[in-house]
């Protein structure tokens, strides 16, 4: 008797320890590689598994072109850090006109903000937080989110940015479109389009004289 | 033939020497009986072209509420069979069910959307629309910002958008809840199913467009012809009461993508919304996206006086 109940007591220790892992990788699951946290959704029609919902993000540090190609003909990038690590920061740049050397063709329009309000002038492979806290360009909209606030919740609960796949996670994936993916970082506003697709239903134009109703 | 002919007298009478001595009452009889027969010939010809374009089975088919199984398999397979024929396609037409559970709705911002039309082309390729006139089940009316009078607003604008003194309203079906397309129509070709899409059986439809006068936000279109589309663009993912080419002289209309939404895919004008100005998903999911906008912002219906209860939202930011 004695033994029957140590088996059960064991047996439930086991599971309990089994449900609190199972709990803690979903948590991490949740968490995106952009630092965004995942509104995962549970319903009464979705409570079963749970597909990801994948956040677009960089993977890392951006590569420069030269314009220049090796032996091979490939082209020659470099990484933020080849000029950056030996050469003192301007900390108080703020537009294109006083890159001087590099970034030729850059256009800023973000604000009134410098380089080094987001880039890291201590390591220019990562960008920077307002708290001083260095942060990999993966997580880029951590930082966008800093002063983008409501768009960041917006964002959070889904009603911001675009995505595809599926709105009900129990039945697939959902891609979301990331930050930077729509607004590039040094000139954010959305920029302008040309429709380029009309139809031609007999409601959208004034009827023509001597043309047939339809 | 008879005596007057034989007098000469009479005989000289005679204008037409032809006819004889027939009377005027026997002719009018025979140009009425020859008028007759002429008219019942043109009123039976579409008859004959009836007999090339519908199958016998196709005539005799039952509404879609009363068809089994069986029945739908073989209507699908006639359809597949036809599409085959008209347009060269390989297309596979289901009728996937309304979720338990789920009751759709969408949301548009209105500070986002800059008319750029992306959604109209998007719905155009997915719900295989005709290609002569660019048919889409949206409309975006350019809108002077002040108004929600879409009388005011132009749908053929033709510029760089978005124009600074406008803002734009993408117009489709609302999927109401209180739909008065559905009420109008005299022969039950179109209802709402259980998760709020108003549908139409296109093979149930006699084209009277009484619904099509009756929706308040023109949402609905008619196939004035059969659509042309080459082989290569039809889409061939195609749902019975959703994106199966349509026949001439039916109506259709926006089904929020059925045969995407109803497994859990997101819809085609959705996807293609290069500003994120569109949010889909399930009302009575309390933890949805379109919840929370409807919880959270402040969201507007067109027309809201009209007590059609429309289940596509605006808001603005």
């Given at each position: ?194 429709p380029?697709f009309k139809s031609r239903d007999r409601f959208l134009a004034p009827l023509q004289e001597g043309k047939p109703h339809e | ?114 008319g750029?039309g992306?959604c109209a082309e998007?719905c155009h390729?997915?719900n295989?629309h005709d290609r002569a006139v660019n048919q889409s089940y949206i409309r975006i009316f350019e809108m002077p910002?002040?108004t929600s009078d879409m009388e005011q607003g132009s749908t053929t604008y033709d ?7 406008k803002?734009y309203l993408p117009v489709q079906c609302f999927?109401c809840?209180?739909p008065p397309c559905?009420?109008v ?5 179109t ?7 108003v549908?139409v059986?296109?093979?149930?439809c006699?084209g009277c467009r009484y619904c099509q006068a009756a929706c308040p936000y023109h949402a609905r279109r008619f196939n004035w012809r059969a659509p042309e ?17 349509r026949?001439q002289g039916v109506v259709e209309k926006c089904h ?13 004008c ?32 067109l027309k809201?006086?009209l007590?059609a209860?429309p289940?596509l ?5």
């Amino acid at each position: 008797m004695n033994g029957f109940s140590g088996w059960l007591i064991l047996l439930a220790a086991v599971a309990a320890v089994a449900i609190a892992t199972i709990a803690g990788l979903r948590t991490a699951e949740e968490e995106s590689p952009g630092g965004t946290k995942v509104s995962n959704s549970e319903s009464p029609a979705t409570s079963r598994f749970q597909h990801p919902v994948v956040v677009n993000h960089p993977t890392g540090p951006p590569r420069i072109a030269t314009g220049k190609v090796d032996a091979l003909g490939r082209e020659i990038t470099l990484s933020c850090a080849s000029c950056h690590a030996n050469r003192e920061s301007h900390l108080e740049t703020n537009n294109e006109k006083d890159l001087k050397e590099f970034h030729q063709g850059l256009h800023f329009a973000h604000g009134t903000l410098k380089c080094v309000s987001c880039h890291n002038p201590g390591d220019y492979n990562s960008l920077r937080l307002a708290e001083g806290r260095s942060l990999p360009f993966a997580e880029v909209q951590s930082l966008c989110s800093q002063c983008h606030a409501p768009q960041a919740r917006d964002y959070e609960h889904g009603a911001h940015g675009g995505m595809n796949g599926h709105w009900d996670l129990s039945r697939g994936p959902r891609q979301r479109k990331g930050c930077i993916d729509c607004h590039d970082p040094h000139a954010p506003s959305f920029p302008g389009m040309v429709p380029t697709f009309k139809s031609r239903d007999r409601f959208l134009a004034p009827l023509q004289e001597g043309k047939p109703h339809e | 033939m008879s005596d007057p002919a034989n007098t000469p007298e009479k005989a000289e009478k005679i204008s037409l020497p032809i006819i004889g001595e027939v009377s005027r009452r026997t002719v009018l009889k025979g140009i009425g009986a020859t008028l007759g027969l002429g008219a019942f010939a043109a009123a039976i010809a579409p008859l004959t072209q009836f007999k090339d374009q519908t199958s016998l089975n196709e005539f005799l088919q039952q509404h879609y509420k009363e068809l089994d199984d069986e029945d739908k398999k073989q209507i699908f397979a006639r359809l597949e069979e036809e599409a085959r024929e008209n347009y060269g396609a390989d297309v596979k037409i289901r009728d996937p069910k309304p979720i338990p559970g789920v009751r759709y709705g969408y949301a548009i911002n209105l500070s986002l959307c800059n008319g750029n039309g992306k959604c109209a082309e998007a719905c155009h390729r997915e719900n295989n629309h005709d290609r002569a006139v660019n048919q889409s089940y949206i409309r975006i009316f350019e809108m002077p910002k002040g108004t929600s009078d879409m009388e005011q607003g132009s749908t053929t604008y033709d510029h760089a958008v978005p124009q600074p003194d406008k803002y734009y309203l993408p117009v489709q079906c609302f999927q109401c809840e209180n739909p008065p397309c559905v009420e109008v129509c005299p022969v039950e070709a179109t209802w709402q199913e259980a998760d709020g899409i108003v549908v139409v059986d296109y093979n149930w439809c006699i084209g009277c467009r009484y619904c099509q006068a009756a929706c308040p936000y023109h949402a609905r279109r008619f196939n004035w012809r059969a659509p042309e589309i080459p082989a290569e663009e039809v889409n061939p993912d195609q749902g019975y009461l959703s994106n199966r080419i349509r026949p001439q002289g039916v109506v259709e209309k926006c089904h929020f993508c059925m045969h995407r939404t109803r497994e859990g895919k997101l819809p085609a004008c959705l996807e293609a919304c290069p500003t994120g100005a569109r949010i889909f998903g399930n009302l009575l999911d309390p933890n949805s996206e379109i919840s929370w906008v409807l919880k959270n912002k402040r969201c507007f219906v067109l027309k809201e006086e009209l007590g059609a209860k429309p289940t596509l939202y605006y808001f603005f930011n």
